[in-house]
């Protein structure tokens, strides 16, 4: 099972970004996707998740500005990143849990990161 993320990029502060999250391979279920990011010098940190049935949960410092959703259908969640200021500057990392046969428990994957970076 592979991870694949897109659509990071530099853009001012104010602006937009969407990125993308496709998980592919041997593939028989998907449960919770999210985003994470990580900046210089910090941890890791959940930006937000969606679960296969659309509820979502969100980091206080992204709520109202950033949205998740995802397509089951093709695997994929997203991310729309709105009014984005300096402080979101980091590398943005999507997970899912994914089942790869009924019969055994989901393993947490994890994708390669992508740079967003946000000028003042």
């Known amino acids: 099972v592979q991870l694949q993320a897109s659509g990071g990029g530099l853009v001012q502060a104010g602006g937009s970004l969407r990125l993308s999250c496709a998980a592919s391979?041997?593939?028989?279920?998907?449960?919770?996707m999210g985003w994470y990011r990580q900046a210089p010098g910090k941890q890791r940190e959940l930006v937000a998740t969606?679960?296969?049935?659309?509820?979502?949960n969100y980091a206080d410092s992204v709520k109202g500005r950033f949205t998740i959703s995802r397509d089951n259908a093709k695997n994929t969640v997203y991310l729309q990143m709105d009014s984005l200021i300096s402080e979101d500057t980091a590398v943005y990392f999507c997970?899912?849990?994914?089942?790869?046969?009924?019969?055994?428990?989901?393993?947490?994957?994890w994708g390669q990161g992508t740079q967003v970076t946000v000028s003042s």
């Open positions: 391979g041997s593939i028989f279920s998907v449960n919770d």
């Open positions: 969606i679960t296969s049935g659309g509820r979502k």
């Open positions: 997970n899912a849990g994914v089942r790869m046969t009924p019969s055994v428990v989901q393993r947490i994957y």
